[in-house]
């Protein structure tokens, strides 16, 4: 037996070859990577990576390793205590914008516009005024982030039946405000986790870091099959507001966008967690990225003395009904699946022009996504964390085995996210 790489890997095998010690012996975990194979006689442990081998390429055999695709094991949303209904926030807001507004009806129609029936708020509406700049607004989210962002994933491990000390991974993704030293190594003060934990903060993702989020954990365990990743996203929107900001983006912004976290807990194919589960569970069989060429000033921030002001493209549904098909067909085609194929979705609502764009884009029947419409109606849009919220909505339904979903979402780049997932 001959390979290209066998150093730190996490791939066993078994000979039954005479000929051949009997000691199990390591060879690498990488997707797609050829192995040259002298005998065909091999078995593989159960829970590693097997081989694909081509028996026309005898007395050499040409196999190619491929990785089991990890599995999401529970989602858990958690949202602060500050609840306000639609009507509130825009009463308290004409108060705000009363004296330079010219016309506050218009203001009450972006707002109704958009479909939210109310949000949570990281604080209490009147403490809003008191901040002043960059600096109060992020340490008002350093304080509850960490706070809530600790809640979140200490439920999201409990419901999984984990403790904090078996994660080997832990990511956060955010864009509402910036901590260093970092969120997760704020939360892992506050919990049992090994010191050796691995770290991976996201920050510029936007909307898209949900779903970017679940990729990158997964990438990580699909090479290692045996260990537990963290995913966990904290966007306190309401600290972004510019208040002395009147453009029709931080208007629409101030009625769409609410405060939330929501963790995911994920396994590689080989851990105990996945082999004694009682229900079907996703895996995550495949991703991709997009960005898409010069389309910077499509959506992001632009850091101003005050925060964050918010940069917010009208043309962000017409974009999404012409230019996301195309990249999640070729994603589906690379796994013999068509769009027709996909019984689960799970799709970020950006708003209700947005989710209508997508159905329509992607030629879907109306009420496909009536999911997302759900979560954006109950809490606003709460940038990465909303795709994870659908997932967790998502999660407490039976999905047959064998079932493909696909969760998506976009953000500023701009770009676009796929996950494929098949329930088993």
């Not at 931080?250 to 194919?269: E, P, R, W, Y």
């Amino acid at each position: 037996m001959q390979q290209k790489s066998p150093e730190n890997s996490n791939l066993l095998y078994q000979s039954n070859s005479p000929t051949e010690s009997a000691e199990p012996r390591r060879f690498s975990a990488l997707a797609a990577q050829n192995i040259l194979c002298s005998r065909s006689d091999v078995q593989f442990l159960p829970g590693f990576p097997t081989l694909d081998v081509n028996r026309d390429q005898a007395p050499i055999l040409i196999a190619t390793v491929t990785s089991p695709a990890p599995y999401i094991l529970t989602a858990r949303t958690m949202l602060p205590e500050h609840y306000y209904s639609q009507d509130e926030l825009i009463s308290a807001l004409k108060d705000l914008w009363a004296a330079r507004f010219f016309n506050l009806d218009r203001l009450e129609r972006f707002h109704r516009n958009v479909l939210v029936g109310g949000r949570h708020m990281a604080l209490p509406l009147d403490e809003y005024r008191q901040l002043k700049g960059l600096q109060d607004h992020n340490d008002a989210w350093i304080r509850v982030a960490t706070e809530l962002g600790d809640k979140c994933t200490a439920a999201a491990l409990q419901q999984a039946d984990i403790d904090s000390g078996a994660v080997d991974l832990f990511a956060t993704t955010s864009i509402t405000g910036l901590a260093v030293p970092s969120l997760e190594s704020r939360i892992m003060n506050r919990q049992a986790f090994r010191s050796d934990c691995k770290r991976l903060p996201l920050f510029g993702l936007g909307c898209l870091g949900g779903a970017a989020g679940l990729a990158r954990v997964a990438d990580t365990l699909q090479g290692r099959p045996d260990q537990i990743g963290l995913l966990l996203s904290v966007e306190l929107c309401s600290l972004t507001l510019q208040q002395e900001d009147l453009s029709v983006a931080n208007i629409v912004s101030s009625g769409l966008f609410g405060d939330g976290s929501a963790a995911v807990v994920l396994a590689g194919a080989g851990h105990q967690l996945v082999s004694g589960r009682k229900k079907t569970l996703p895996q995550i069989l495949a991703t991709q990225s997009v960005l898409f060429p010069q389309t910077e000033r499509i959506m992001g921030w632009d850091i101003v003395d005050t925060g964050f002001k918010v940069v917010l493209d009208p043309g962000v549904p017409e974009f999404a009904e012409r230019h996301l098909s195309g990249h999640l067909q070729a994603l589906l085609s690379r796994h013999s699946l068509q769009i027709n194929d996909i019984d689960v979705w799970i799709a970020h609502p950006g708003g209700p022009k947005v989710i209508d764009a997508m159905e329509s884009g992607l030629g879907l029947a109306a009420g496909t996504l009536d999911l997302s419409r759900q979560s954006l109606a109950e809490m606003g849009n709460l940038s990465s964390a909303s795709v994870l919220n659908i997932l967790d909505r998502q999660l407490e339904a039976d999905v047959p085995a064998g079932s493909y979903g696909v969760l998506m979402a976009m953000g500023p780049g701009f770009s676009a996210e796929f996950l494929l997932l098949q329930w088993n």
